[in-house]
């Protein structure tokens, strides 16, 4: 597929890290310490079917400059979105728009690649992974990292001259991080 001689490396391909996929990475004593962690693990609705992670508390920080009063947060309208599009007006102007299940399916992220004409994926989290980091406990997070590098090894098995990842580390536990 290379093109003019030379392959297409995209090296800021995100995924949305979908909680289910991660979690059959999870033994049972795993999962049942996020269980225990109660209201400060949550999940969202996510995009094909499946859920995203929402982790910690989040305050109610729409504020007026100056002001202690609390405003209600802002519409799509007011944040620069339009008809469901994108901020200032940016418009999806290439291919079709990659499917949901690009995040959890590595088959149909290949397909997605095979039409943008992309060689090699950098397969980057997109930060709900890294919310595990304002948890308290260490061993949790590092516990969901490794899950979730487990996930991406199987996720990019298949295609290994075609997706590649990183390492999500603990700058909390270098030591376990560097064993990882």
Known sequence: MARAGYRIFDADT???????????????ADKARLASLGS?????????????????KRPELNRLLGSRERVPPADAVTR???????PWDVRWQGPPFPDDRVNFDSHA?????D???????????????????????V????MMYQ???????????????RLTSVLH????????????
């Open 80 to 86: 620069g979105l339009k008809d469901g599009g994108t």
């Open 139 to 142: 061993s949790i997070e590092l």
């Open 14 to 28: 995100h995924i949305i890290e979908a909680a289910e996929p991660i979690e059959a990475y999870l033994s049972a």
């Open 169 to 180: 580390v603990s700058v909390r536990d270098v030591p376990a991080s560097v064993a990882e």
């Open 109 to 113: 992220r290949i397909k997605d690649m």
């Open 115 to 137: 039409i943008e004409g992309v060689d090699v994926n950098m397969v980057l989290p997109s930060g709900g992974l890294a919310a595990f980091s304002g948890l308290d406990d």
């Open 147 to 161: 899950a979730y590098h487990r996930f991406l090894k199987d996720y990019c098995a298949p295609y290994p001259d």
């Open 40 to 56: 400060l693990i949550g999940r969202a609705p996510g995009k094909g079917g499946v859920s995203r992670y929402r982790v910690g």
